[in-house]
T-cell receptor
Protein backbone atom coordinates (compact mmCIF):
# COMPACT_ATOMS: atom_id res chain seq x y z
CA UNK A 1 0.00 0.00 0.00
CA UNK A 2 1.26 3.45 -0.86
CA UNK A 3 1.30 6.06 1.83
CA UNK A 4 3.16 8.23 4.29
CA UNK A 5 4.54 6.93 7.54
CA UNK A 6 5.64 8.94 10.54
CA UNK A 7 7.35 7.60 13.57
CA UNK A 8 7.04 7.49 16.42
CA UNK A 9 3.36 8.23 17.09
CA UNK A 10 4.12 9.66 20.55
CA UNK A 11 7.43 11.14 21.65
CA UNK A 12 8.48 12.48 25.01
CA UNK A 13 11.64 14.53 25.55
CA UNK A 14 13.24 16.64 28.18
CA UNK A 15 13.70 20.33 27.55
CA UNK A 16 17.05 21.14 25.97
CA UNK A 17 17.28 17.97 23.89
CA UNK A 18 17.14 17.87 20.12
CA UNK A 19 14.73 15.35 18.64
CA UNK A 20 14.26 14.08 15.09
CA UNK A 21 10.87 13.10 13.69
CA UNK A 22 10.77 10.65 10.83
CA UNK A 23 8.67 10.97 7.66
CA UNK A 24 8.79 8.47 4.79
CA UNK A 25 6.60 8.23 1.70
CA UNK A 26 6.36 5.66 -1.08
CA UNK A 27 3.97 7.65 -3.26
CA UNK A 28 6.79 8.86 -5.53
CA UNK A 29 5.84 12.45 -4.71
CA UNK A 30 8.37 15.19 -5.32
CA UNK A 31 7.02 17.65 -2.75
CA UNK A 32 7.03 17.10 1.01
CA UNK A 33 5.94 19.32 3.88
CA UNK A 34 6.08 19.62 7.66
CA UNK A 35 3.29 21.27 9.61
CA UNK A 36 2.66 21.92 13.25
CA UNK A 37 -0.79 21.91 14.82
CA UNK A 38 -1.53 23.22 18.28
CA UNK A 39 -4.78 22.45 20.14
CA UNK A 40 -7.75 24.20 18.57
CA UNK A 41 -5.58 25.77 15.91
CA UNK A 42 -4.95 25.38 12.22
CA UNK A 43 -1.93 23.90 10.49
CA UNK A 44 1.18 26.05 10.30
CA UNK A 45 3.91 25.34 7.75
CA UNK A 46 7.39 24.70 9.16
CA UNK A 47 9.42 23.63 6.11
CA UNK A 48 8.73 22.29 2.66
CA UNK A 49 10.73 20.66 -0.10
CA UNK A 50 9.85 20.55 -3.77
CA UNK A 51 12.73 18.32 -4.81
CA UNK A 52 15.62 16.31 -3.40
CA UNK A 53 18.42 18.39 -1.85
CA UNK A 54 16.30 21.51 -1.77
CA UNK A 55 13.97 22.91 0.90
CA UNK A 56 12.46 26.23 1.97
CA UNK A 57 11.41 27.74 5.25
CA UNK A 58 7.74 28.03 5.99
CA UNK A 59 6.02 30.44 8.33
CA UNK A 60 7.46 29.09 11.59
CA UNK A 61 10.89 27.61 10.73
CA UNK A 62 12.79 29.04 13.70
CA UNK A 63 14.04 26.29 15.99
CA UNK A 64 13.59 23.55 13.37
CA UNK A 65 15.81 21.99 10.72
CA UNK A 66 15.23 19.52 7.89
CA UNK A 67 17.10 17.55 5.25
CA UNK A 68 16.00 16.03 1.96
CA UNK A 69 18.71 13.60 0.85
CA UNK A 70 16.25 11.09 -0.63
CA UNK A 71 12.96 11.56 -2.42
CA UNK A 72 11.22 9.25 0.04
CA UNK A 73 12.41 10.85 3.25
CA UNK A 74 12.06 14.27 4.88
CA UNK A 75 13.09 14.15 8.57
CA UNK A 76 12.42 17.11 10.86
CA UNK A 77 14.69 17.99 13.78
CA UNK A 78 13.18 19.97 16.62
CA UNK A 79 16.10 21.75 18.25
CA UNK A 80 16.49 23.08 21.75
CA UNK A 81 16.10 26.57 20.27
CA UNK A 82 12.41 25.94 19.62
CA UNK A 83 10.68 27.70 22.51
CA UNK A 84 7.37 25.79 22.53
CA UNK A 85 8.01 22.41 20.89
CA UNK A 86 5.07 20.52 22.38
CA UNK A 87 2.63 20.04 19.51
CA UNK A 88 1.19 17.65 16.94
CA UNK A 89 3.56 17.39 13.95
CA UNK A 90 2.20 16.39 10.56
CA UNK A 91 4.16 15.42 7.47
CA UNK A 92 2.56 15.59 4.04
CA UNK A 93 3.44 15.04 0.40
CA UNK A 94 1.96 16.05 -2.91
CA UNK A 95 2.33 15.22 -6.58
CA UNK A 96 2.80 18.59 -8.22
CA UNK A 97 2.71 17.15 -11.70
CA UNK A 98 -0.71 15.54 -11.42
CA UNK A 99 -3.33 16.59 -8.96
CA UNK A 100 -1.69 18.82 -6.38
CA UNK A 101 -3.65 16.91 -3.76
CA UNK A 102 -1.79 16.68 -0.48
CA UNK A 103 -1.66 13.53 1.62
CA UNK A 104 -0.78 13.37 5.29
CA UNK A 105 0.98 10.91 7.53
CA UNK A 106 -0.61 9.92 10.86
CA UNK A 107 1.38 12.52 12.78
CA UNK A 108 3.75 12.54 15.73
CA UNK A 109 2.59 13.97 19.04
CA UNK A 110 5.66 15.50 20.73
CA UNK A 111 5.64 16.41 24.40
CA UNK A 112 8.60 18.27 25.88
CA UNK A 113 8.81 18.74 29.63
CA UNK B 1 -5.19 39.18 6.45
CA UNK B 2 -5.26 35.38 6.50
CA UNK B 3 -4.94 33.55 3.19
CA UNK B 4 -7.93 31.35 3.98
CA UNK B 5 -10.76 32.11 6.40
CA UNK B 6 -13.46 29.84 7.70
CA UNK B 7 -16.23 30.18 10.25
CA UNK B 8 -14.92 28.02 13.12
CA UNK B 9 -18.43 27.08 14.27
CA UNK B 10 -19.20 24.92 16.08
CA UNK B 11 -22.10 23.68 14.02
CA UNK B 12 -24.39 21.33 15.97
CA UNK B 13 -27.01 19.76 13.73
CA UNK B 14 -29.48 16.88 14.09
CA UNK B 15 -29.09 13.69 12.09
CA UNK B 16 -30.57 14.06 8.64
CA UNK B 17 -30.04 17.81 8.46
CA UNK B 18 -28.33 19.65 5.63
CA UNK B 19 -25.40 21.84 6.61
CA UNK B 20 -23.22 24.18 4.58
CA UNK B 21 -19.76 25.55 5.25
CA UNK B 22 -18.18 28.49 3.50
CA UNK B 23 -14.58 29.50 3.11
CA UNK B 24 -13.01 32.60 1.58
CA UNK B 25 -9.51 32.98 0.16
CA UNK B 26 -7.57 36.17 -0.35
CA UNK B 27 -5.26 35.45 -3.28
CA UNK B 28 -6.92 35.53 -6.69
CA UNK B 29 -3.96 33.54 -8.09
CA UNK B 30 -5.09 30.47 -6.16
CA UNK B 31 -5.66 27.58 -8.52
CA UNK B 32 -6.45 24.39 -6.63
CA UNK B 33 -9.03 24.00 -3.90
CA UNK B 34 -9.83 21.19 -1.50
CA UNK B 35 -11.90 20.18 1.49
CA UNK B 36 -10.25 17.99 4.11
CA UNK B 37 -11.79 16.27 7.09
CA UNK B 38 -9.93 15.96 10.38
CA UNK B 39 -11.09 13.76 13.22
CA UNK B 40 -10.00 14.52 16.76
CA UNK B 41 -6.28 13.85 17.28
CA UNK B 42 -5.89 12.44 13.76
CA UNK B 43 -4.36 13.65 10.52
CA UNK B 44 -6.40 15.57 7.93
CA UNK B 45 -7.78 13.40 5.16
CA UNK B 46 -8.78 14.59 1.72
CA UNK B 47 -12.55 14.73 1.41
CA UNK B 48 -12.79 16.15 -2.07
CA UNK B 49 -11.13 18.46 -4.55
CA UNK B 50 -13.21 21.43 -5.67
CA UNK B 51 -13.60 22.08 -9.37
CA UNK B 52 -14.73 25.23 -11.10
CA UNK B 53 -17.90 23.58 -12.35
CA UNK B 54 -18.75 22.27 -8.89
CA UNK B 55 -18.67 18.61 -7.99
CA UNK B 56 -20.60 16.09 -5.99
CA UNK B 57 -19.61 12.92 -4.17
CA UNK B 58 -22.59 11.17 -2.65
CA UNK B 59 -24.01 13.42 0.07
CA UNK B 60 -21.25 15.99 -0.35
CA UNK B 61 -21.29 18.87 -2.83
CA UNK B 62 -18.48 21.36 -3.30
CA UNK B 63 -18.75 24.68 -5.13
CA UNK B 64 -16.19 27.25 -6.17
CA UNK B 65 -16.94 30.91 -6.89
CA UNK B 66 -13.80 32.48 -8.32
CA UNK B 67 -15.34 35.91 -8.77
CA UNK B 68 -16.17 36.16 -5.07
CA UNK B 69 -13.23 34.00 -3.98
CA UNK B 70 -15.14 31.56 -1.88
CA UNK B 71 -15.56 27.81 -1.65
CA UNK B 72 -18.47 25.96 -0.13
CA UNK B 73 -19.20 22.47 1.11
CA UNK B 74 -22.75 21.15 1.45
CA UNK B 75 -23.47 18.00 3.42
CA UNK B 76 -26.92 16.49 2.94
CA UNK B 77 -28.62 13.95 5.20
CA UNK B 78 -25.99 14.35 7.94
CA UNK B 79 -24.81 11.19 9.71
CA UNK B 80 -23.33 10.85 13.17
CA UNK B 81 -20.11 9.78 11.45
CA UNK B 82 -19.86 13.18 9.73
CA UNK B 83 -18.90 14.76 13.08
CA UNK B 84 -15.40 16.15 12.53
CA UNK B 85 -13.55 19.35 11.69
CA UNK B 86 -13.66 20.37 8.03
CA UNK B 87 -10.65 22.20 6.64
CA UNK B 88 -10.69 24.42 3.58
CA UNK B 89 -7.39 24.28 1.67
CA UNK B 90 -6.07 26.39 -1.19
CA UNK B 91 -3.00 25.78 -3.35
CA UNK B 92 -1.22 28.53 -5.26
CA UNK B 93 0.46 26.05 -7.63
CA UNK B 94 3.29 28.53 -8.18
CA UNK B 95 5.50 27.66 -5.23
CA UNK B 96 3.22 24.69 -4.56
CA UNK B 97 2.29 25.88 -1.10
CA UNK B 98 -0.94 24.90 0.59
CA UNK B 99 -2.88 27.32 2.77
CA UNK B 100 -5.24 25.94 5.38
CA UNK B 101 -8.24 27.45 7.06
CA UNK B 102 -8.48 26.89 10.80
CA UNK B 103 -11.36 24.50 10.28
CA UNK B 104 -15.08 24.35 10.96
CA UNK B 105 -16.26 22.01 13.69
CA UNK B 106 -19.35 19.90 13.00
CA UNK B 107 -21.20 17.76 15.52
CA UNK B 108 -24.14 15.71 14.32
CA UNK B 109 -26.56 14.99 17.14
CA UNK B 110 -28.77 11.88 17.35
Amino acid sequence: DGGITQSPKYLFRKEGQNVTLSCEQNLNHDAMYWYRQDPGQGLRLIYYSQIVNDFQKGDIAEGYSVSREKKESFPLTVTSAQKNPTAFYLCASSDRDYSYEQYFGPGTRLTVT
Amino acid sequence: RKEVEQDPGPFNVPEGATVAFNCTYSNSASQSFFWYRQDCRKEPKLLMSVYSSGNEDGRFTAQLNRASQYISLLIRDSKLSDSATYLCVVNMVIGNQFYFGTGTSLTVIP
